[in-house]
């Protein structure tokens, strides 16, 4: 299936170090999103300002906020030199129905990782905890319940999410999925948070880092069907809070530095669809109801 | 207890009429939120502009996106007539240690009615499916399984959201719980989603008339806790979809133009918590993990 096949191939094109991460996302930038050196050089100069706040936004509102079609670079109606084809027969980018036109929607389903062993020595001992490990499997039975046809299972390459996927993927037995790891996907701190808080504290190399490197996987992960996509897909990432959060700010086109207005219990679902227009929309967030409440945990 | 007299009054003002309805906002704003002509008067001047989304921002943040602490005019550091006060003895609004100081949280649970008959001639045709009922029984189930101490039901005098609230409140049966109704919390137009749907398009006196109720509604409801109030306080308002997306946005301080970028499952449960500091965090959207998927609707 040469969706998988390109999950793959971008996956393994993500190594483990920073040097490696920053070439994955160059090069997503400069093979996919037709913005060559400006982003990163922006990145460089305005290290306050990350470019991919800037949007360039394409419907006003009275308010002044605004919904950018394009934000993913995909936008069937629009040339790779981002300007729009003459031949758009139709202002409203919403009209889906046209003979021809991509029609599969994404359904991205990113789960946090289940509680884990905090005081643990570095990553490889911070694996999950009983408990953790039975809201694994909690939410290993929700997704199997919820009769889905599971294209891939990405995971962040951190010790807790690579289990809470390896206990889920035992719920999905007959579905042949295939499970892909992500350096891109570890936890991190995205953008500094606004309200600022006072208990986390990154230091500014944290959020010089981390942030191109989750937004990086945003763009990886984040995105519309292939106009060749023929049905819906439905799509499992396992990764962190932060991660998760940054990346429902961004793809509802919300300020990023508000992530932290949001908190997700661990194991949770969190679900975004992506509709061939490049609407985006969040039909839950952090839904744990399937844990009865003494299995809940935030940690 | 003196908390629940005051939700009580407030909600007993509350009239069904467009007059009634904007007297209580006219007096909210004049009790309790110093800005007494003017934000009316701009609404009427500039109608395509609601006055409540030019933030008067405090903490800027590097990209122009900030957090407002005094959202609600609630802030105890904040003289009523706007300015800081003097003896504030930190920058940190974050920090809620400080003796003497207001420490209880406000939950706010807000449900969605569950299915109903979207066939039946007027509202009160308009009643829940045999599904819907079902529905409401999982969400009452699960409030109470919650163990939360709840201070007040209130609900929208819809008869979907009636239906559901009484279902909801059999559950909840050793509280004493006690059940408001409130014309402010109807489904409406709150304002122009962006970006625009082709298949919904209210008129623009649904959003004239819909917008300030639902604003007010807001700012009834979603605020900070009372300095007086002792402990943290859980109340459940059974309501409507696009009421309960925009009151998301607007306790996020997101663009609330953005609301319809959100999707909530009949019987959800959505969950603000509102801290002393007037931090607002977004625990769940759309929470329906406790119905059995065949169960799940969004109509």
């Known amino acids: 299936m040469s969706f998988r096949k390109t999950v793959k ?79 758009t027969s139709t202002e409203d980018p919403s009209s889906e129905q046209d003979n021809g036109k991509p029609k599969a929607t994404r359904n991205i389903l990113l789960i946090r990782h289940s509680q884990y062993n905090l ?61 892909l790891s992500c350096d891109l996907l570890r936890e991190g701190a995205p953008i500094e948070p606004v309200p600022p808080v006072t208990h986390w504290k990154p230091d500014a190399v944290q959020y010089h880092e981390d942030g191109a490197r989750i937004e990086a996987a945003f763009r990886r992960y984040i995105h519309r069907a292939d106009p060749k996509q023929k049905e819906d897909s439905y799509e499992i990432i396992v990764c962190h809070a932060n991660v998760i959060r940054y990346f429902v700010c961004r793809a509802l086109q919300f300020p990023p530095e508000g992530w932290l207005r949001m908190g997700l219990n661990n194991g949770s679902i969190t679900w975004l669809t992506i509709r061939p227009s490049g609407r985006v929309a969040l039909r839950a967030l952090g839904d744990s109801g399937f844990m009865p409440p003494d299995k809940l945990t935030r940690t």
């Not at 190594?15 to 922006?42: I, K, M, T």
């Not at 909690?138 to 995971?155: F, N, P, Q, W």
């Open 119 to 179: 005081s643990g020595n570095g990553d490889k001992e911070r694996v999950l905890t009983p408990l953790g490990r039975e809201q694994a499997e909690l939410t290993g039975e929700r997704l199997a319940a919820l009769g889905l046809k599971y294209d891939v299972l990405i995971h962040s390459t951190m010790s807790r999410a690579t289990e809470t996927a390896h206990i889920i993927s035992k719920y999905l037995p007959g579905q042949g999925i295939e499970l």
């Open 9 to 87: 191939l971008l996956c393994g094109f993500a190594g483990g170090s920073a040097v490696l991460v920053f070439a994955a996302a160059a090069a997503d930038s400069r093979g996919c999103f037709g913005e060559p050196a400006g982003v990163w050089s922006r990145l460089t100069v305005q290290a306050a300002l990350p470019a991919w706040t800037a949007a360039n936004n394409h419907t006003p509102s009275p308010t002044g906020h605004a919904w950018d079609f394009n934000w993913d670079k995909r936008d069937q109606a629009t040339l790779s030199n981002g300007t729009k084809k003459k031949e």
